[in-house]
């Protein structure tokens, strides 16, 4: 289903999650995606194997993409490289800073080539500055973009250990940040002709994924961390039969309605609870005349309950929820897929809902090296070329 980057091309050159999420958001978007992989594949290819053979981290970070392999040591396989980035877009990688200039893809060269094509890095730390030549993978980009400082409970006070989001959300983020990137530089292009250098970084990301938290920080001095609740109006509480649901509260309307749906209306009035600072500040007695009423009936009876009332409010879902959920899949936040190794899948669809050009999910993940001769044949290579790139190691077998 052709979607609004329909026609464009991107060259790939990324591994593991952070590039390679950004190039399955821009395929979902209808972009052709040429992967390319070092001999022996992508790392990521092994990565969560299931007995079966399948990997949940590769079909998550690479479906919808076209699969060659290319001993970029080899100067046939940079030529080809530098062929197939005449025919396309954009180019990508997650190298470190300067390994593209080493292995003959630096921008200059990709320029060269090809005015028009938008290039987009995506480090560890950025392409200058003092640490930009370091490695980095998920966790230390959650390290030290401060969000590890920010999980820490404020209960455990000033040494409060450090907690991680779960694994792969720095790259998830910096992988969505290069994905903009990359549509921002196309937009460019496609205005002015000429392509651009972009880079982004997992530490970058990080430190925009908590812009209100800095913003804060940057005006009063203090090292923001996390409570169990949020606030007493604004978080999770449990059911009598134990399951769990949050509340939405910031209004006054809200409040007022909640208190009477409570059968509380003095609490509206209460100098403890009158104001949003109020009830912050009584946090903890709100909280526990909260857990009182939530655990007087079920679930299904609050959410009703709180649904007639107008107050903003849903279950806490796990993933069997969510992937029960009609509206999840009236949406098409989850679909479908063929896929003749496994029979038809479910799979994480687009966020997003374009009237005209909607997009879709392109596909499952490729076969190590699939596509290489229908790419270098859209390159300008015969088949007598081909076979002399194969017999020279520098196209992989």
Same mark, same amino acid.
């Given at each position: 289903m052709p979607g609004p980057l329909d026609g464009y091309?991107?060259?790939?050159?990324?591994?593991?999650?952070?590039?390679?999420?950004?190039?399955? $958001?821009?395929?979902?978007?209808?972009?052709? %995606?040429?992967?390319?992989?070092?001999?022996?594949?992508?790392?990521?290819r092994g990565s969560d194997l299931a007995e079966d053979g399948f990997s949940r981290y590769f079909e998550a970070h690479?479906?919808?993409?076209?699969? %060659?392999?290319? @001993?970029?040591?080899?100067?046939?396989?940079?030529?080809?490289?530098?062929?197939?980035?005449?025919?396309?877009?954009?180019?990508?990688d997650n190298y470190r800073p300067g390994v593209m200039d080493r292995l003959g893809l630096s921008y200059e060269a990709l320029h060269a080539r090809n005015p028009r094509i938008v290039s987009v890095s995506a480090s560890a730390f950025g392409a200058v500055g003092p640490q930009a030549g370091e490695p980095g993978y998920d966790v230390i980009g959650q390290a030290t973009g401060g969000v590890m400082a920010l999980q820490a409970l404020?209960?455990?006070?000033?040494?409060?250990?450090?907690?991680?989001?779960?694994?792969g959300f720095a790259d998830q983020v910096?992988?969505?940040?290069?994905?903009?990137?990359?549509?921002?530089?196309?937009?460019?292009?496609?205005?002015?002709?000429?392509?651009?250098?972009?880079?982004?970084?997992? $530490?970058?990301?990080?430190?925009a994924l908590q812009g209100v938290y800095f913003t804060g920080f940057l005006q009063d001095g203090l090292q923001p961390h996390m409570r169990r609740r949020r606030m007493p109006t604004f978080t999770f509480y449990q059911a009598s039969d134990g399951r769990w649901l949050?509340?939405? /509260? /910031?209004?006054?309307? @809200?409040?007022?309605?909640?208190?009477?749906?409570?059968?509380?209306?003095?609490?509206?009035?209460?100098?403890?609870?009158?104001?949003?600072?109020?009830?912050?500040?009584?946090?903890?007695? $709100?909280?526990?005349?909260?857990?009182?009423?939530?655990?007087?009936?079920?679930?299904?009876?609050?959410?009703?309950?709180?649904?007639?009332?107008?107050?903003?409010?849903a279950p806490v879902n796990s993933y069997e929820d969510v992937a029960a959920s009609e509206q999840v899949w009236a949406n098409g936040y989850l679909a479908e897929i063929p896929d003749p190794r496994y029979g038809t899948r479910r799979v994480t669809g687009l966020p997003w809902q374009f009237s005209a050009t909607p997009g879709a999910v392109q596909g499952r993940a490729p076969?190590? @090296?699939?596509?290489?001769?229908?790419?270098?044949?859209?390159?300008?290579?015969?088949?007598?070329?081909i076979a002399e790139l194969r017999a020279s190691g520098a196209l992989a077998q």
């Open positions: 091309r991107i060259l790939d050159f990324t591994r593991y999650q952070q590039g390679p999420y950004a190039t399955v $958001l821009l395929s979902d978007l209808g972009a052709e %995606i040429w992967k390319v992989e070092p001999p022996g594949g992508d790392p990521g690479d479906r919808g993409k076209r699969s %060659i392999v290319l @001993n970029l040591r080899d100067p046939s396989a940079v030529e080809a490289a530098l062929r197939m980035a005449e025919r396309c877009d954009g180019v990508i404020e209960e455990q006070g000033r040494h409060a250990e450090p907690r991680t989001l779960p694994g910096g992988a969505m940040q290069a994905c903009i990137a990359m549509l921002a530089g196309l937009i460019a292009a496609k205005d002015s002709g000429q392509g651009q250098q972009v880079d982004v970084s997992l $530490l970058g990301s990080q430190i949050v509340i939405g /509260v /910031v209004d006054a309307k @809200n409040w007022r309605a909640l208190c009477e749906l409570m059968d509380h209306p003095e609490w509206e009035s209460d100098d403890r609870f009158a104001t949003a600072p109020a009830r912050q500040r009584h946090s903890s007695e $709100l909280e526990s005349l909260l857990e009182t009423c939530f655990a007087t009936a079920d679930r299904e009876t609050w959410l009703q309950r709180l649904r007639e009332a107008d107050i903003p409010s076969e190590l @090296n699939s596509d290489a001769d229908s790419i270098l044949s859209a390159c300008g290579y015969s088949l007598e070329q």
